[in-house]
């Protein structure tokens, strides 16, 4: 029978042991999920959490547990929360910026290029919807900082794209001359926002209404609402120019 000293050191032996196995499986579970890309999967779950819940509402913390790592492993990947953020949406808007000046330097005629813009701007926000939203939601962040001037340049290049074009629709005859181009832009961009957040967001309020809309409908009824606002008040019955423009969009890289 063991004596009381030896009863003691086996009890402390098995604390030891004890303590040992809790210490060897601390992080365990933060290092299960290995993604071959680890850096995308961050991407992804960082604009899953951010388009939900915001920007300013979203710790670096809440991303690691997301993706299953610590808090300070995601530092290896970035080093700042705007990184990430940077990250999630740079490649939506080089491509906007890209595809914007590529259509509005086409041959087309000023309406024919509206009507492309508005079908590929819309087609972006819907098919890429959380990051659309992030730019959208953010926009204040966006305009404000200096970590995000490459954004705030790419926008205004598409904000001049535009307007060149409808300027260039009111000196031919095809817009209506009194148009103040300023609201028009902002309050074109803003519905279209908003047409792919009601439609692609996903939320389960506005399912049964989604259910009642094709893709095409939608786009339809924002091409003919658009254009009954900005054309002449002589062409307001006009031919849509929707087969050329849509071959024009066509041609994205």
């Known amino acids: 029978m063991p004596t009381k000293s030896a009863r003691a050191s086996l009890r402390s032996s098995d604390v030891r042991r004890s303590a040992r196995k809790q210490?060897?499986?601390?992080?365990?579970?933060k290092s299960s999920v290995p993604p071959t890309?680890?850096?995308?999967?961050?991407?992804k779950r960082a604009t899953e959490r951010i388009a939900k819940?915001?920007?300013?509402?979203?710790?670096?913390?809440?991303?690691?547990?997301?993706?299953?790592?610590?808090s300070g492993s995601l530092y290896h990947h970035f080093a700042t929360k705007e990184e990430i953020l940077h990250e999630i949406v740079k490649d939506a808007v080089v491509r906007l910026h890209d595809e914007t000046l590529r259509i509005t330097s086409s041959g087309a005629d000023p309406e024919t290029k509206i009507v492309a813009l508005v079908l590929f701007e819309l087609g972006e926000l819907v098919e890429k919807h959380q990051v659309h939203a992030i730019l959208y939601n953010e926009r204040k962040l966006f305009r404000?900082?200096?970590?995000f001037s490459d954004v705030r340049a790419a926008k205004?290049?598409?904000?001049?794209?535009?307007r060149s074009v409808l300027e260039a629709g009111m000196d031919g005859g095809q817009f209506d001359a009194r148009l103040d181009l300023y609201l028009m832009i902002r309050t074109i961009m803003r519905m279209l926002n908003s047409a792919a957040d009601w439609y692609a967001s996903g939320d389960e309020t506005l399912a049964r209404v989604v259910e009642m809309y094709?893709?095409?409908?939608?786009?339809?009824?924002?091409?003919?609402?658009?254009?009954?606002?900005i054309r002449d008040p002589g062409r307001?019955?006009?031919a849509v120019p929707r087969e050329e423009a849509e071959r024009l969009v066509a041609a994205a890289g």
């Open 156 to 162: 205004t290049v598409i904000y001049h794209a535009w």
């Open 23 to 29: 210490v060897a499986t601390l992080g365990k579970g």
């Open 53 to 70: 819940h915001g920007f300013g509402a979203t710790s670096v913390r809440q991303i690691a547990d997301d993706v299953d790592i610590l």
């Open 236 to 238: 307001v019955d006009a």
């Open 144 to 147: 404000n900082s200096a970590e």
């Open 37 to 43: 890309d680890r850096r995308a999967y961050i991407i």
């Open 214 to 229: 094709s893709f095409e409908d939608v786009k339809t009824f924002y091409l003919r609402f658009i254009l009954g606002a």
